[in-house]
């Protein structure tokens, strides 16, 4: 008879024990043209990224020519006084970097990414662009072109068409706030290179401007580099522009875009509530995600797996403008998309949940399972530069302190199931919900109508 081999077997491995984490803190520091600058040494991370805020806020496009900052903010790698566009492009490529772009409510923001090795060109290609922009004729017309391009695209998304109309329903008329971002067809068309340059040289500068770097510095004389590169950079004095306050009606009521024919319908409900700068905040970090914020959450788990209306459903809050003086605000929304027969009982069933919400609370386990989700998967979320670095500039954007996003961890793992139920029936009262509604009126008005959760009005896509 055969005897049965054996195997040995090694020691399982047992879980060490969870080392203490903290998001990382910034060193602050001014170069001698007044720039600001945060720094953060993170050993291995050999992708360094460096963000650059600048203080040109969509507020102050002049009159007519929203979309201007955008489109400067597209032409910083088109070109310098040391490169044309297409040789800027191949400069970047050689030191593997990449520069992304973009204007916002806050300012216009570039995020470098570069490994460590090639940071001394990079950095000097970055400082190029923002000290000497060509802002070719030819350059400029062609980004305007394709602006103009995407807007059709832009407007034919349901996502996108339901953001344009709750931003126009929320703000005043005359707030920037209540216009797209990257403007309209009308006002970018009369953007030309010569507008680019006047916003430039009104709103940009070092004096008013931060630079973020993050990743790992060994070996790197990052003082002198920075001298070198973004300390070449001049510009006059000035002092940061004030943050004008925030205003919205959000007044219960619901608008139809009419799309006929429309499969779907896509709902985005929201108003405007605290910034980061209220106490409020952890809280209602909290309580929104335990709302709609991931797939157990209590929105997806009525809507999507109980009833089948829809893939998922999340609510959110993101920061619009910040102010520490309480003048900012963030908006707090509610967004998915359902079938179009269903689109009245799912809002039906949507307004259900927040109307138990504020009856019954929150439960312990749900606070506990987002608590965990929050705060126990940081140190995952900020494995890389740019997470950081990226944080870091939303810190600084939003006047928050240095310290913020690791106070904000203690915070949220401190708050109760309580004071997270308050928080996020605050902030989505059933009586105070704008809802936006992209789908075919002739079948979803009189249903919607029919809930009593607002005045319904149609509008017309484009």
């Not at 080392?19 to 803190?25: D, K, L």
């Not at 006047?198 to 990052?222: I, N």
């Not at 919205?248 to 608008?255: F, K, L, P, Q």
């Not at 940081?378 to 494995?383: H, V």
Request: glycine fraction near 8%.
């Amino acid at each position: 008879m055969t005897e049965l081999a054996t195997m040995d077997f090694h020691p399982q491995p047992q879980p060490g024990d969870a080392r203490p984490w903290a998001f990382p803190a910034p060193t602050r520091g001014t170069l001698g043209n007044g720039l600001t600058l945060l720094r953060c040494h993170r050993p291995g991370q050999q992708v360094v990224a460096v963000e650059v805020l600048l203080d040109a806020p969509l507020d102050a496009e002049p009159a007519g020519l929203d979309g201007v900052a955008t489109i400067m903010a597209r032409a910083f790698s088109e070109g310098t006084d040391k490169h044309s566009a297409e040789e800027f492009a191949a400069e970047l490529e050689r030191c593997g970097a990449t520069l992304d772009t973009h204007a916002d409510h806050p300012g216009v923001r570039l995020s470098l990414e570069v490994p460590a090795s090639r940071l001394a060109k990079a950095l000097g290609l970055l400082a190029d662009a923002l000290r000497a922009p060509a802002f070719a004729d030819s350059e400029v017309e062609r980004l305007v072109r394709n602006r103009l391009d995407e807007i059709p695209h832009e407007l034919a998304n349901p996502a996108r068409r339901a953001a344009k109309e709750l931003s126009k329903e929320l703000f005043p008329a005359a707030s920037r706030m209540a216009r797209p971002r990257q403007g309209t067809e009308e006002t970018v068309a009369k953007i030309d290179s010569a507008a680019v340059r006047a916003f430039y040289e009104r709103h940009v500068r070092p004096a008013t401007a931060t630079a973020v770097v993050v990743g790992d510095l060994t070996g790197v004389e990052l003082d002198a580099l920075l001298d070198e590169t973004l300390g070449a950079w001049t510009g006059s004095p000035a002092q940061p522009r004030p943050v004008p306050p925030v205003t919205a009606d959000d007044t219960g009521r619901v608008v139809v875009v009419d799309r006929p024919g429309a499969v779907q319908t896509q709902l985005l409900i929201g108003r405007v509530g605290p910034d980061r700068h209220d106490r409020v905040w952890p809280a209602q970090v909290l309580g929104t995600y335990c709302l709609g914020g991931t797939l157990t959450s209590r929105l997806d788990r009525v809507l999507r797996e109980e009833k089948g209306y829809t893939y998922g459903v999340r609510a959110f809050g993101q920061v619009l403008r910040s102010a520490p003086d309480g003048s900012g605000a963030a908006m707090l929304a509610i967004s998915g998309s359902v079938d179009t027969p269903n689109t009245g009982p799912a809002l039906e069933d949507l307004w259900t949940v927040l109307r138990r919400l504020a009856a019954e609370g929150l439960t312990d386990a749900e606070r506990d399972v987002a608590v965990q989700n929050l705060v126990g998967v940081a140190p995952l979320k900020y494995e890389t530069a740019a997470a950081v670095a990226g944080t870091l500039a939303d810190q600084v954007e939003q006047h928050l302190p240095d310290d913020y996003q690791a106070t904000l961890y203690q915070q949220l793992a401190a708050t109760g199931t309580v004071e997270a139920t308050a928080a996020v029936v605050s902030a989505f009262p059933v009586d105070r919900l704008v809802t936006v509604l992209v789908g075919d009126a002739a079948q979803i008005k009189a249903p919607v109508e029919a809930l009593g959760i607002g005045e319904v009005t149609v509008v017309t896509a484009e």
